[in-house]
T-cell receptor, first 115, second 113 residues
Framework: GAGVSQTPSNKVTEKGKYVELRCDPISGHTALYWYRQSLGQGPEFLIYFQGTGAADDSGLPNDRFFAVRPEGSVSTLKIQRTERGDSAVYLC?????????????FGEGSRLTVL | GDSVTQMEGPVTLSEEAFLTINCTYTATGYPSLFWYVQYPGEGLQLLLKATKADDKGSNKGFEATYRKETTSFHLEKGSVQVSDSAVYFCALYSGGSNYKLTFGKGTLLTVNP
């Protein structure tokens, strides 16, 4: 497709379970970002990839969160031992080059609910 | 650290009314400033931006001017339409090579016919 695609759009899981959220960026975009948006809040930065490597993972809240982008395209955000506080909308964004326009292209998000 | 403070919502207006959504920021250096918009059922998209003091960003009838002296980037539109109903986010980028944006909490705008 033409835009950033995220799956699943909705995920309900139980506390303690493992979850994977997938992001398919715009073709050719080398930069990929994950943000988390809690209810009533703006998006908060989690991690940034330039190509295959995580250039900045300073926003990951703890070691239960991990993200990969093995071939420099699709990325997966992985959450282990989920907690109720992890419930949020997880947003993925991509851009063609770092730093020159500030325009990130966002997907519609994956809404995670931890019961 | 960097922060963005937006006017609390929700904001409800009638069609053709004047819109202002206030945004102020705290940042190191001279940030670039953005307004993103999220229409119902869609992802965030860039509405407009300004990269230096006194710049005016504009798009779709919306405008915002980068005011360094008041650290503000208020969003305005002279005549809103029903189709402008959305959540509006003010954001900044203060430097570095990863283009990490800092967002405000968002303001929900509802425009009634």
């Amino acid at each position: 497709g033409a835009g950033v695609s995220q799956t699943p759009s909705n995920k309900v899981t139980e506390k303690g379970k493992y979850v994977e959220l997938r992001c398919d960026p715009i073709s050719g975009h080398t930069a990929l970002y994950w943000y988390r948006q809690s209810l009533g809040q703006g998006p908060e930065f989690l991690i940034y990839f330039q190509g295959t490597g995580a250039a900045d993972d300073s926003g990951l809240p703890n070691d239960r969160f991990f993200a990969v982008r093995p071939e420099g395209s699709v990325s997966t955000l992985k959450i282990q031992r989920t907690e109720r506080g992890d419930s949020a909308v997880y947003l993925c964004a991509s851009s063609s080059r770092q730093g020159d326009t500030g325009e990130l292209f966002f997907g519609e998000g994956s809404r995670l609910t931890v019961l | 650290g960097d922060s963005v403070t937006q006017m609390e919502g929700p904001v409800t207006l009638s069609e053709e009314a004047f819109l202002t959504i206030n945004c102020t920021y705290t940042a190191t250096g001279y940030p670039s400033l953005f307004w993103y918009v999220q229409y119902p059922g869609e992802g965030l998209q860039l509405l407009l931006k300004a990269t230096k003091a006194d710049d005016k960003g504009s798009n779709k009838g919306f405008e915002a001017t980068y005011r360094k002296e008041t650290t503000s980037f208020h969003l305005e539109k002279g005549s809103v339409q029903v189709s402008d109903s959305a959540v509006y986010f003010c954001a900044l980028y203060s430097g570095g090579s990863n283009y990490k944006l800092t967002f405000g909490k968002g303001t929900l705008l509802t425009v009634n016919p």
